[in-house]
């Protein structure tokens, strides 16, 4: 696992597996009791995709659990369904071209082309940090996305998709520009 992706498993699973489970032998925790916790945090309102999460986490711990010989209960993930109460993750809405050149206006230096490179070209944070001066070819009004970096270590992009030629717009290849003419080696 990705070490953000083992950051987020263990962060559900302590704020709301560990503090409602704890006090039961891992032999208890079967399907009955795992469902009765997914109603109960659905019912205080965590998010259906947070649940959803959850229930993976748990089956996978429970499986190897198993396999280190503990007394843990086979899961079948299929067998817990997320309540359709459950509340549907909040929306995230598209920054306006409006707001993008707001933000890219009031920020300066590498905030401003960064910026500029999620916003313009739709870049996660990290696939943004991974651009290099040698992904931009201006002669062909592209940019390569190679790289991505995440806890400040270089690695490959989150999906083979994101690995990518893109177009360089105008506004982005301008911005560029000024922040190459300012002197940064990458």
Known sequence: ???????????????????????LP???????????LFADLAARGIARSTLVGLRSVMVQALGAAREDGLPAPIIQASRLKISLGARVAREILPVTAQELQAIIDTS????????????????????ALG?????????RHEITIRQAVVNGKIQQPKTARSLATLPL????????????RMGPTN
């Not at 891992?26 to 009765?36: G, N, S, V």
């Not at 300066?108 to 696939?127: C, N």
């Open 26 to 36: 891992i032999a208890q925790l079967d399907t009955a009791r795992l469902r009765q």
């Open 131 to 139: 651009v290099c001066w040698r992904d931009i070819d201006y002669r």
């Open 108 to 127: 300066a230096g590498a905030d401003r082309v960064a910026y500029g490179l999620m916003g313009f070209l739709g870049l996660r944070v990290s696939e």
């Open 1 to 23: 696992l990705r070490q953000s992706s083992l950051t987020r498993y263990t962060r559900l699973l302590r704020n709301l597996a560990i503090p409602e489970l704890a006090s």
């Open 169 to 180: 717009i105008g506004p982005l290849e301008e911005l560029l520009r000024q922040y190459q």
